[in-house]
């Protein structure tokens, strides 16, 4: 019943920045536990960002930390990926992904999640 939908994906240049919003509908926001992960062309999805329900634990790959701060707004039901000099090979489709938790945990693999958004694309030209 849970639908997640990305939006902010584009074409940015290396060193830009990019807010990608997942918005989620059908359920009770403030009890998942959500994530992105990223996936390009011919390679496997992989983990990029997670937060705890309450938005009060986090977690960020080696691949972006520094660069990434995922965070939610559960007023608005929406989770964010703020995305900050970006490089060429950043260029993905993203995916939001949600979890039901009865605690306040950060999850970080695929199969620790049941519902996907349809991705947002991200382009980083060099």
């Known amino acids: 019943q849970v639908q997640l939908v990305e939006s902010g994906g584009g074409l940015v240049q290396a060193g830009g920045s990019l807010r990608l919003s997942c918005v989620v509908s059908?359920?009770?926001?403030?009890?998942?536990?959500m994530a992105w992960f990223r996936q390009a062309p011919g390679k496997e999805r992989r983990f990029i960002a997670a937060i705890s329900r309450s938005g009060d634990n986090t977690y960020h790959a080696d691949s972006v930390k520094g660069r990434s701060t995922i965070s939610r707004d559960n007023a608005k039901n929406t989770v964010y990926l703020q995305m900050n000099s970006l490089k060429p090979e950043d260029t993905a489709v993203y995916y939001c992904a949600a979890r039901l938790s009865i605690t306040d945990s950060w999850y970080s693999r695929v199969a620790d999640f049941g519902t996907w958004g349809q991705g947002t694309l991200v382009t980083v030209s060099s």
């Open positions: 059908g359920g009770t926001f403030s009890w998942h536990a």
